[in-house]
């Protein structure tokens, strides 16, 4: 996205597409995020995780979630107030390894504005990040809440 | 967990609990998180945060999902064969913010033996991340790959 719109509920519809920048991932990224949040071996040492359901280093789902989010924040997902997720939900069909170059495409699925709240909306988004091979290492399918533009302040009459 | 007993796919069965250790988040660690995984003003600055969907500092629920994983690893789930996790459906009904102690309550929902692959099976938790007033700040229904202990060696005929 070199585009510096900014989004607001009324600007999305079902089938809106973005893209963010791409992030490559290295084995001391991955080692680095497992010390920190997911300490077991197919995330920390190669030679362990060979004896592994992984057989071989692979990511943390979180770490792949964490460069999912980053992207979409600094690149990809140009919300005016913000990316503000409910939840959602989350799979990750095939390990990020080392070498990874990452990216993240997402689609407006559902735009569903507040009965309640008319300043915004709950908005059902598909974030696929994908590696450089086109394989989906982490689906995600969240819900965002998402604002209305601020009103115009009133014209005084003449 | 003082227990240090580490459970295959046949000592799993559908009500079987487990509690993590706590962990306290402070501040800094809201904002050195979100730094580097999720920098927007909410996760980023108190007075920025106020005025926004939070209305104060709120930890980035991909920090709240970390420090769950972090202590699922370290002292709330003990997999022999680690915790190896293929999504679910993931919810923040309420932010992590600083001050609050965190600990997971994990519940196994369902065990399936895996049909074409008798070493393993699929296992549905519920995982709980409450703060210390018993709120649910996130909610995570994941599907685990569990193995099964490895058969013991044949005992030779006398």
Known sequence: ??????????????GLRFTTAEHAVDAAQ???????????PFHLDAEAARRTFFQGLAASGWHTAAITMRLLVTSGLPLA????GAGGELSWPKPTRAGDVLRVESEVLE????????????????????NQHGDVVQRFLPKLVVFRA???PPVPPR
């Open 1 to 14: 996205m070199t585009d510096t719109r900014k989004f607001y509920l009324d600007d999305l519809h079902p």
């Open 30 to 40: 991955i080692v680095e995020f497992a010390r920190q949040w997911d300490p077991q």
């Open 81 to 84: 107030d913000g990316i503000i």
């Open 111 to 130: 735009v569903a504005p507040s009965r309640s709240r008319p300043d915004r909306g709950m908005v059902q988004m598909k974030c696929e990040t994908m």
């Open 150 to 152: 601020p009103e115009a």
